[in-house]
């Protein structure tokens, strides 16, 4: 299990930044995905919807229904976009992982989740605190978004500052933390398939049982991470907090 | 068991370039779904709204002037049924009235010609006495100056020849 990552360090004078390939990799694939699902949904598109086009509007509509049942459809439009390219992003990216997981070429793990990744995680859930603390500046006007930091008493000011970062933390340490343990116990079991024909028969059924299991908690946590940023952004955004 | 590889940061340094990297192909990705994608469908929902909705009105519209039409057409059925139950009084009226008329003339007319008749009948029969009379005078003169051969007085000749009538008179 313990493999390691395929790395690129830039050096960049000052500074160096350095790349997980595997994760890169893996984030243009889900992006290709997601892109060539939506852009092939999307042809021929008709008032009378057929085929694709239902699925696609589906997603549409529960994604503005999600919207809506944190704030008014007038301010949470704006993030209808945001909210469908994340919630399709977050799933096929949970899902990717299930089939091939555990290609490791060299001792180094190349095919995963993206989201198995804290990084990757990390970077979304703090995306979406910077554009619900922009927002929430830009709607509300800067003296009344750093006023709901004092209410509704001052001395819960280092609480709020608290949760700001706790809100980023959990919301992308949940997603990371449910996937990445999903492909260790995929990992495992396919260790144990591997390992002698007892094993392989032994492990069918399980693995069966935890990839079906997967594809839940993949479809799951993408919508929980699409809910949490949409209750985030209405937080700050909505005028009556 | 060496379980570090579970502890989060445990790769001991930071990945930079996985953030610009995620943060990178997820607004490229974004921003060319827009584009490409969500723009067009939302464009073609908001055109069904729209054409849902213009469908709704011209359904009430529609509904509105069908009813306007018939309550239209019941108020003209209402006229006419009036109108015609008029017609028919009226034509019953004006044949009663025609039949009353016609009834009168014949009336009228009968009464004329029974009149006419009697009327005749008088005259002929004042004719036929008057020719009864003067041939029952002449008959008589006749029969007398045959019968008596003799002179009679102005007076006598008279007064018989007026019994002689009164007695014809009864006789008939």
């Known amino acids: 299990m313990n493999h390691g990552s395929p790395e690129l360090t830039l050096d960049l004078g000052a500074f160096s930044l350095t790349f997980n390939l595997s994760t890169v990799l893996m984030l243009v694939i889900t992006a290709v995905v997601v892109f060539l699902i939506a852009f092939i949904a999307t042809r021929n598109l008709k008032l009378k919807p057929t085929g694709m086009q239902n699925f696609m509007e589906w997603i549409m509509d529960f994604v503005k229904g999600i919207i809506k049942s944190n704030m008014d459809w007038k301010t949470g439009g704006r993030f209808h976009i945001l909210g469908i390219t994340l919630i399709m992003f977050i799933a096929v990216a949970n899902l990717l992982g299930l089939p091939f997981s555990g290609i ?7 095919w995963k989740s993206p989201t198995a990744d804290p990084t990757v995680t990390l970077t979304l859930a703090s995306m979406v605190t910077v554009l619900a603390t922009f927002y929430g500046i ?104 | 068991m060496n379980l570090d590889y579970l502890v989060l940061g445990s790769g001991g340094h930071f990945n930079g370039g996985d953030v610009i990297a995620t943060l990178v192909i997820f607004l490229i990705l974004m921003f060319l779904l827009k584009k490409f994608a969500w723009g067009p469908l939302m464009g073609m929902m908001q055109q069904r709204e729209e054409l849902v909705a213009s469908e709704i009105e011209a359904a009430e519209n529609a ?15 209402k006229e006419a049924r009036t109108e015609a139950q008029t017609i028919v009084e009226s034509a019953k009226k004006q044949g009663e009235i025609q039949r009353d008329e016609i009834i009168t003339a014949a009336r009228a007319e009968a009464n004329r010609l029974k009149e006419s008749a009697v009327r005749e009948i008088e005259t002929e029969k004042e004719k036929a006495i008057a020719a009864v009379r003067a041939e029952v005078v002449s008959l008589s003169v006749l029969a007398a100056s045959k019968v008596l051969e003799k002179e009679i007085s102005e007076e006598d000749n008279s007064a018989l020849i007026k019994e002689t009538i009164a007695k014809a008179g009864e006789a008939k």
């Open chain 2, 63 to 77: 509904r509105k002037e069908s009813a306007k039409v018939l309550e239209e057409q019941k108020s003209l059925l």
């Open chain 1, 138 to 241: 830009r709607m509300q006007g800067s003296k009344h978004y750093f006023g709901t930091f004092f209410q509704p008493m001052s001395f819960m000011f280092p609480l709020k500052i608290i949760e700001e970062f706790a809100n980023t933390l959990t919301l992308g340490l949940r997603l990371y933390g449910n996937i990445y343990a999903g492909e260790i116990l995929l990992g495992l079991l396919a260790g144990l398939a591997g390992s002698s024909v007892f094993g392989f028969v032994g492990a069918i059924i399980p693995t069966m049982a935890w990839q079906g299991f997967s594809i839940f908690i993949g479809f799951i946590q993408a919508f929980i991470f699409t809910m949490l940023t949409m209750v985030y952004l209405s937080h700050k955004v909505s005028a009556d907090h």
């Open chain 1, 104 to 110: 490791i070429i060299n001792d180094q793990l190349w």
